[in-house]
């Protein structure tokens, strides 16, 4: 697999969605707690709307995370030339996110085994 040299800044629209997944909350759920309709929470993801910080405040109380989170420098990605196993879904994306969340290298280690072995 090929890496361009290049590294991109995921928006904070998917930011927002990924944290949101993880939480186990539809956007119905997220629109609720902050007062907007679910499509307005699609666009936010989406990035066809900006969010507005006064929202994004919003946004981070809802989901339980430092607003901080949403412009960490490491929510990078790296822009491929091609993929190796083809577009990634949402729920590798959230399984990726998560793993590396995971600070403690033998829970890292067990949680890899685990999938090796439901893969079976």
Not at 27 to 39: F, K, P, T, W
Not at 76 to 95: F, N, W
């Amino acid at each position: 697999m090929r890496r361009t040299a290049g590294y991109k800044r995921k928006t904070t629209g998917q930011i927002v969605k990924e944290y949101r997944k993880a939480k186990g909350m539809s956007q119905m759920d997220l629109a609720e707690v902050i007062g907007v309709s679910y499509q307005q929470v699609q666009k936010y993801e989406k990035g066809t709307n900006r969010i507005s910080v006064d929202r994004l405040k919003q946004i981070a109380k809802a989901l339980d995370v430092p607003i901080n989170e949403f412009f960490s420098p490491e929510k990078l990605v790296v822009s491929e030339t091609r993929a190796a196993y083809g577009k990634i879904t949402d729920d590798e994306q959230l399984l990726l996110h998560l793993f590396r969340e995971i600070k403690d290298k033998k829970v890292r280690k067990a949680v890899i085994e685990f999938i090796k072995a439901v893969a079976k």
